[in-house]
């Protein structure tokens, strides 16, 4: 089996060796989620690349980007970004520890709520996620790059209705 252009791939030569070992399974699901583990697995490396060039984990990107998009003041509590980003409070704590050494975002007491903090970008931590936000999307418009006309948007409700039936894990 191959794509309409022909071209084949080491999933191929798995899938038809296991046709020919075991012809009574359905293997078909076998190449969607052989190609897509080394598909996340390329997206994941080249976007970690892109990361590290701006002085960024991926975690680290994540903050400062829900705070980027929170809009003006650009600040949040940590439990709302924690919710946003669906992670443990601890957890949120060290990237924000992190953040805060690196003087990208700032801690300040919650006038509203004394027990609680608010999280802001700092100037320079707009800088440093407007510029990798930029290559970011250049490069994922790169990986994508292949794919043809309607190809993106297709492969999105795909993966959409993957995730909603269940794949999620929820």
Request: glycine fraction near 8%; charge should be negative; aromatic fraction near 4%.
């Amino acid at each position: 089996m191959s794509d309409e252009d022909g071209a084949r791939d080491a999933i191929d030569v798995i899938l038809e060796q296991w046709r020919r070992e075991r012809p009574d399974l359905d293997l078909s699901p076998m190449g969607v989620f052989g190609r897509l583990a080394q598909a996340a697995r390329v997206v994941e490396a080249s976007v970690d690349e892109v990361f590290t060039r701006h002085g960024l984990r991926p975690g680290e990107f994540d903050v400062l980007a829900a705070l980027r998009r929170s809009g003006p003041p650009y600040t949040m509590i940590p439990s709302e970004l924690s919710a946003v980003l669906m992670m443990s409070r601890a957890g949120m704590t060290n990237r924000l520890d992190r953040l805060e050494a690196a003087e990208l975002v700032e801690r300040s007491l919650d006038p509203a709520d004394r027990r609680s903090f608010r999280v802001t970008l700092t100037p320079e931590g707009r800088r440093v996620i407007d510029a990798a936000l930029t290559d970011h999307a250049a490069n994922l418009a790169r990986l994508a790059s292949s794919l043809g006309p309607g190809d993106t948007e297709a492969l999105g409700r795909i993966l959409r209705s993957m995730l909603a039936g269940g794949l999620a894990g929820d």
